[in-house]
């Protein structure tokens, strides 16, 4: 059974720069689909960013296009959302995923299996 494990949130001013990482235990995620999505208070999940399981693809969101950039680690099993020029419509708890049925990106949450327990991103205006 995979676990996957966000770190990197915090708080952070708005047009400042978060990092953040999600390792995988329990197993290994090279030929899985790794996204990002954000749940903000009152609001539903939306997806954020995804990557296929090369690295060579990636899809954003519209709203984070051009300044968040999702990549992936495969030796180390790990997935990253580096997260710049953040806007207070950033905060919000970012949850990693992984979709053992795809290697391509995927955007519909419904097609992941496995999900991090989250971590809270506040962007101060």
């Known amino acids: 059974q995979v676990q996957l494990v966000e770190s990197g949130g915090g708080l952070v001013q708005a047009g400042g720069s978060l990092r953040l990482s999600c390792a995988a235990s329990?197993?290994?995620?090279?030929?899985?689909?790794l996204g990002w999505f954000r749940q903000a208070p009152g609001k539903e999940r939306e997806f954020v960013a995804a990557?296929?399981?090369?690295?060579?693809?990636?899809y954003y969101a519209d709203s984070v296009k051009g300044r968040f950039t999702i990549s992936r680690d495969n030796p180390k099993n790990t997935v990253y959302l580096q997260m710049n020029r953040l806007e207070p419509e950033d905060t919000a708890v970012y949850y990693c995923?992984?979709?053992?049925?795809?290697?391509?990106?995927?955007?519909?949450?419904?097609?992941?299996?496995?999900w991090g327990q989250g971590t809270q991103v506040t962007v101060s205006s």
């Open positions: 990557i296929g399981w090369s690295g060579r693809s990636t």
């Open positions: 995923a992984a979709a053992r049925r795809y290697s391509a990106p995927r955007l519909e949450a419904n097609d992941y299996d496995y």
């Open positions: 329990g197993g290994t995620f090279t030929t899985y689909a």
